[in-house]
């Protein structure tokens, strides 16, 4: 039965998106001869005029490779709360319906939203008033349920780790504190993880409030241990044991969505402040979201295309495509955005760390 599919990707970019929409393209198209649209921006485009462009194989041409996202993405634009601006005042406006029309205007049979748990959350408020949805998870922050990774995270564990080995010289030849803040929102994952393996010395998790006094100590046992220099990775997300994360816009001046920034540098002057030893802050930023992505990623991307597909063929809708072991698997949309995949602070990951010396922002 010839179908139409149609796709969007929502939320912060990330290494691999590409890979999805190539995946999902290539086996709609070669396997089953469906027709594939690309809704642009996010769900921004089923807002208003509709926009949106026919995918083919010829669209997807040489897009494994490139970073971002050709169909263009938005991680401010919720359907359900859209800001609608009337005699200068800001009212939050459910469209809703205006976008479960507008998709049945394309002709579209099932709709294909890759996203984080802002992206997901939407689609199911969606499949429930009448879009059959399937979901691809997206984020380089690995904060979602229901999959035990997200494609997008192993690119950005990468280049934090590869910013860390960099740090280590110029941070050993100045005998300097280098502070490292690194993406995640409110999960420890990308700062476990890369400072892992780009081998900091101290990590900062959200998961664990820091104790600062520990953090000092920690500096100071290297330093008569003979190490004049050391690394700390801070999450953004991180925040002291008798302190705040710290934001740089709350959710009300950003459209809905939290900014977090700054932890790094709060945590970079308390040490010059009670040690006085030079420090200095790198703020990696969206780096860690751009470019090229990991050879495990571009697999993973799409191989949740593919199975993405599958799932329509089957109407199998409401579900989220999902990585569980080695097997490309499915589950339940809910499963995976009714809570926040967050590191455990006792679990293995942590434990292990600590068991080789590494300072999780606490005494032990
Ligand atoms: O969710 C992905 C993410 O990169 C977070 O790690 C970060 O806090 C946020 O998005 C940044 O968003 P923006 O692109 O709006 O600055």
Redesign the pocket.
Same mark, same amino acid.
């Given at each position: 039965m010839s179908r139409t599919i149609a796709i969007l990707t929502g939320?912060?970019d990330?290494p691999g998106l590409n890979a999805v929409i190539r995946g999902v393209v290539r086996s709609a198209t070669l396997a089953r001869d469906w027709r594939v649209i690309g809704i642009e921006d996010g769900f921004d485009g089923l807002v208003g005029e509709p926009r949106w462009r026919e995918l083919t194989l010829e669209s997807v041409r040489g897009i494994l490779p490139r970073g971002g996202t050709i169909l263009g993405t938005s991680?401010r634009g919720n359907p359900l709360a859209y800001p609608v601006e009337e005699n200068g005042v800001t009212r939050m406006v459910d469209l809703s319906t205006e976008v479960v029309g507008n998709f049945r205007d394309l002709g579209a049979d099932a709709l294909i939203a890759f996203g984080?748990d802002g992206t997901l959350k939407i689609a199911r408020t969606l499949q429930e008033k009448g879009i059959p949805m399937v979901g691809v998870p997206k984020?380089?922050?690995n904060d979602l349920r229901g999959t035990d990774v997200t494609f997008g995270y192993n690119t950005a564990v990468g280049i934090v780790t590869e910013a860390l080995d960099r740090l280590h010289s110029t941070a050993e030849s100045h005998h300097r504190v280098m502070v490292v803040e690194v993406?995640? +929102?409110d999960a420890g994952w990308i700062a476990l993880e890369s400072g892992r393996a780009g081998s900091a010395d101290v990590i900062l998790i959200p998961e664990i409030p820091f104790d600062l006094n520990a953090v000092c100590s920690a500096i100071q046992q290297r330093k008569e241990r003979g190490s004049r220099f050391s690394i700390v990775v801070a999450a953004?997300g991180a925040f002291p044991m008798d302190g705040q994360k710290v934001v740089q816009l709350a959710e009300s001046e950003n459209r809905g969505?939290e +900014?977090?920034g700054g932890i790094g540098a709060f945590v970079a002057d308390e040490i010059t402040r009670r040690m006085q030893v030079e420090t200095r802050v790198v703020v990696l930023g969206?780096v860690? +979201?751009g470019g090229t992505p990991s050879p495990f990623d571009r697999i993973l991307g799409s191989r949740f295309g593919v199975k993405a597909v599958e799932l329509i063929e089957q109407g199998r809708y409401g579900r989220m495509v999902s990585l569980q072991g080695r097997r490309v698997c499915d589950v339940d949309i809910d499963e995976a955005v009714d809570s926040l995949n967050r590191v455990e602070p006792d679990g293995d990951l942590v434990k292990s760390a600590e068991a080789l010396g590494i300072m999780l922002g606490r005494a032990i």
């Open positions: 939320g912060g990330c991680n984080g984020t380089i922050d993406m995640g +929102r953004e969505v +900014r977090l969206h860690q +979201r």
